[in-house]
DNA sequence: GCAGTAGTTTGACCTGAATCAATGACGTGT
DNA sequence: ACACGTCATTGATTCAGGTCAAACTACTGC
């Protein structure tokens, strides 16, 4: 494993995209226009998506690999918006003042669906499928604003941990494993903090016993429970 | 206008909703059912709206008034994630790990919708209209991440004030007025600040000749130009 | 009109995270 | 196995914005 290419366990990113919507009621029409509709995207670490103007209403499945979704302030700011890995929707609709850029985290492979057509072309269950997704995100990019507005850098990578043990996270008994395809940097970018910051925080959760760091990108949670709690997504305990 | 109450521009708030969304080719059975699932509440200046369980995913009409959805990290920081206007459509979905209430900003008289409901069961123009809102609530919370993670306080104000511009301003000849329904500690709680900062950063564009302020909610922008360059919402502008 | 109060502004000071600056570790290519 | 370059860690210092404290102003009810 070391060139780490992608190894395809998904060789037809169509139907792989038809896997995970699960809409068994889907009429064969329907799945032919979706299949004509889904462009095909591979990109390499690092590359950005180069979307078309009819594309600003998107729906970009993940089928292999992780990317992110990163808005720019001025020349030399910017902010990742969104963390997108394998079989996961990433929704992009750009009514927004911002601009915003998609880039490929590791080697990955996606479809875009211009989202417009899907909705109204296709009213059945990829549409509610579609919309689900959007309310998830919606929903996570909420979290994310009460997030960077009132935590501090310890929470704030508690919440940034937490939230990838749920996405990618490997569960074993007692301990649970994380292997990050993102640098430091991005963890600083998404949380809005810096390269520093995340990686004095990291060292904080270390020494106080809570993860153990292998090499850079592999974590594993020793204690979760006192993870969480830094994390302190709860409030009114009462 | 000293008591200052509702006035009633729309009698009906149901006509209202029909009214914003604007379907026209939508049958009589589905109006009547939408009719029948929209729950009126009333909310007092400060009141947080009691929502059921099954309206977890709710779409929140606003008829008059204005609103705020508030996240809560532990006991006492909270974090604004939406306001709310008169005609504007406010999707919930709580998917979220964080709490969240919905609280009146100033009186107001609302419509909940099981937005579930409202998907599965009216999928013509109503719930593409639905789908719009939602589009446009991930953007601009999406956007949110970017003002909250990488803008300076003087920047967040200046877009704060920008998009408030866009959404209740009253534009006239060379000024434009500005009357916020919010408070400075709802403004700081909006852009992760602190009442001081904000009552600061509108000392800071008075000074600069950039706006005026009358009293505590009224707002004048003498020059929009300078302003929006503050908000710094283009970036490359090579 | 006046007093009371909540909301706002201003100032002095402090602190958490950014910035600047080295050093150190990983992983890649030769 | 080695050397290079990128990325990560650690330490010293700075600064934007928070905290604390005190005036001040605008709305409220009387």
Known sequence: ?????????????????????????????????????????????????????????TAIFVSEGAAKLVGHVGADREQIVAFCFEGELLILSVTSHTPYTLQALTECRLLAFPAGDLITKVTEATSSAIVERTFLALDQARDASVLLGRKTAQEKLASFLVSMVDRIGVVGPKIIALDLPMSRREIGDCLGLTIETVSRQLTALRNHGIIKTYGRSKITILDMARLSERAVQASCTT
Chains 1, 2 share one sequence.
């Open 1 to 57: 494993m070391k060139p780490k290419s992608l190894n395809h366990p998904h060789a037809d990113p169509f139907q792989h995209f038809m896997d995970v919507l699960r809409s068994p009621d889907l009429p064969e029409s329907s799945i032919s226009f979706l299949q004509s509709c889904g462009r095909p995207l591979h990109l390499a670490r690092g590359e950005a998506a180069e979307l078309r103007e009819q594309e600003q209403r």
